[in-house]
């Protein structure tokens, strides 16, 4: 397997637990490095009975892999609905190793004008959300509610807004996947549907929130809604 040489690159973007590189080889592909020190210390702040899980359920990458393996997604790929499915998602590529130890590998979502999609917190932070935002904020709720595929809370930083196909588009960049148990729960009837209901109606707190927060935290904020 090749390893991909990051030493002298410079991501593009980064969170909290990743950087993302633009890939040395393919410009419209990017790789997601583990920052190991964020592991480390979210792992020190656990309980003694969440350290006995193990570090494993910390790492976003290891997590990526298995949401994209859920069973919604799973199905449609399996019946040829391949663009359904990243219709609203980064094509994804599996894992890679680099320089700077294994990655995950997936598309760079990008504006008609080839420059990578700004977030949609960047878009809607103290501002209003344009009428063409919001009908594509509708069209990626709809997406989910169709798809059932499952994700963990929408934040609006983890969404990016594109105009590639002429219009305003949202793709979740990170936040695929729900924990354990809800997924484990996902084949009851009707259970993904009430859960990716309570995740959009939350979506919508937050919208309102980055909106106009009227110096509120967000813990607060929603103790008011």
Not at 58 to 86: C, F, M, Y
Not at 94 to 115: F, M, P, Q
Not at 149 to 176: A, K, M, W, Y
Request: hydrophobic share 35%; charged share 25%; with cysteine.
């Amino acid at each position: 397997m090749v390893t991909l040489n990051l030493n002298n690159c410079k991501p593009f973007a980064q969170g909290y637990n990743r950087y993302c590189f633009q890939h040395p080889n393919n410009p419209d592909r990017c790789v997601k490095v583990i920052r190991p020190e964020n592991i480390k210390a979210r792992y020190r702040r656990q309980s003694p009975v969440k350290r006995v899980l193990g570090t494993a359920r910390l790492n976003d990458n290891t997590q990526e892999l298995k949401a994209h393996g859920q069973p919604a997604i799973r199905q449609l790929l399996r019946v040829s609905k391949e663009s359904i499915v990243w219709s609203h998602l980064p094509r994804f590529y599996g894992s890679v190793e680099t320089t700077l130890g294994t990655a995950n590998e997936s598309e760079i979502i990008r504006c008609a004008d080839g420059s990578v999609a700004p977030t949609l917190e960047s878009l809607i932070r103290g501002n209003k959300v344009t009428p063409e935002l919001q009908e594509a904020i509708s069209r990626f709720e709809a997406w989910l509610a169709d798809t059932r595929i499952l994700t963990r809370n929408l934040l609006p930083h983890n969404l990016v807004v594109t105009d590639r196909s002429g219009q305003s588009e949202l793709f979740l960049v990170d936040g695929l996947g729900a924990p354990t148990i809800p997924q484990a729960l996902a084949g009851l009837p009707g259970w993904s549907e009430r859960y990716i209901t309570r995740k959009i109606a939350r979506f919508h707190t937050r919208l309102a929130w980055e909106q106009d927060n009227r110096g509120l935290s967000w813990e607060d904020f929603q103790r008011l809604r």
